[in-house]
């Protein structure tokens, strides 16, 4: 169960949050087993001044145009499937849309399948 975060600054059209929303699911289900009905995204757009991002940390050159996606799953991928995922998702949005790769920063946050309750209050894996 991935819960998928997206956030750009303010000025991309429904189509594009779509794509990049998209993109970031294929490359799950591609990449880590994802089944293709566990989707569950947030899509946010912020304005400027509510995004700060350095534009060189890491040695990438970021642009107005970064993508911040934050994942949280169930703990167990190994690196390599995270790096494959990782590729991916940069690869896909690319295509897709344009995206550099320098602008799409991915935050991978693994936790254990107890804490996650799909709805009734209920821990739908414990």
Not at 18 to 23: E, G, I, K, W
Not at 72 to 85: P, V
Request: with cysteine.
């Amino acid at each position: 169960m991935p819960l998928v975060k997206l956030w750009m600054r303010r000025g991309k059209s429904p189509e594009y949050l779509r794509t990049a929303a998209d993109c970031v699911h294929e490359a799950l289900t591609s990449q880590a087993n994802v089944p293709a009905d566990d989707r569950f995204q947030i899509l946010q757009q912020l304005d400027e001044d509510a995004l700060i991002a350095h534009p060189s940390y890491a040695g990438v050159s970021r642009s107005a145009d970064l993508i911040i996606i934050e994942i949280t799953l169930n703990h167990g991928r190994t690196l390599e499937i995270k790096k494959a995922l990782y590729a991916d998702i940069v690869a896909r949005l690319g295509r897709a849309l344009a995206v550099r790769p320098d602008d799409v920063l991915i935050s991978l946050v693994e936790v254990t399948k107890e804490n996650w309750s799909f709805g009734n209050g209920l821990a739908t894996y414990g």
